[in-house]
């Protein structure tokens, strides 16, 4: 038989940071050593627990430790410090390590771009480019009219139906001058 491992033991971070991140969206998690036991219960956590090699689980520690970096980095996640009655809310995770303050002070959240990528489908480094090119495609966003606006909706990949293009073209035809320009 051949050996079996976790696909969060491959070399691409990407599983491992969704996984990060669906635990402190889920609220399943919201402080490192509640993310650490959450993840240990899983067939990750079972391999790491069964090799009892030093160097597993300080890969293991060091992956969960760069997904956090990576979430907070990138502004998916907050980390904030309630302390006493008011709590303030920091994304710089060294501010915190530097501080020393007790864990048990410190929480993780999904902020709204952290909240839009636990619920779709997309992977964190997926769901920062579709924000970066949402937010070029908002920048040359000019919706002059409702013409500009059919142009940017309409289909042009896998469709059903297929578009009887020439009559949008002598649509086109009869706008003014001015228009057409857009």
């Known amino acids: 038989l051949h050996n079996i491992t976790s696909s969060l033991q491959t070399n691409s971070a990407k599983g491992f940071r969704r996984l990060v991140l669906e635990a402190i969206g889920g609220k399943l998690a919201n402080s490192e050593s509640g993310i650490k036991s959450l993840i240990l219960e899983s067939f990750l956590g079972y391999c790491v627990k069964i090799s009892k090699a030093p160097e597993v689980v300080a890969e293991f520690d060091r992956c969960l430790s760069e997904s956090i970096k990576f979430l ?55 769901a920062l480019l579709v924000k970066q090119e949402l937010e070029s495609a908002r920048k040359g966003l000019v919706l002059e009219n409702e013409l500009h606006l059919c142009y940017l909706v309409t289909p042009i990949f896998n469709t059903p139906r297929v578009f009887d293009w020439q009559l949008y073209f002598d649509m086109f035809l009869r706008l003014p001058e001015i228009k057409q320009r857009i």
């Not at 998916?76 to 530097?98: F, G, K, P």
């Not at 952290?114 to 489908?121: D, I, Q, R, V, W």
Request: charged share 20%; proline share 2%.
């Open 72 to 126: 907070l980095d990138n502004s998916l996640i907050t980390l904030s410090s309630s302390d006493e009655n008011h709590i303030v809310i920091e994304q710089d995770r060294e501010a915190y390590e530097s501080a020393s303050q007790s864990e048990d002070n410190l929480s993780y959240s999904v902020t709204p771009l952290g909240l839009a990528c636990y619920k779709s489908s997309f992977s964190a480094s997926e």
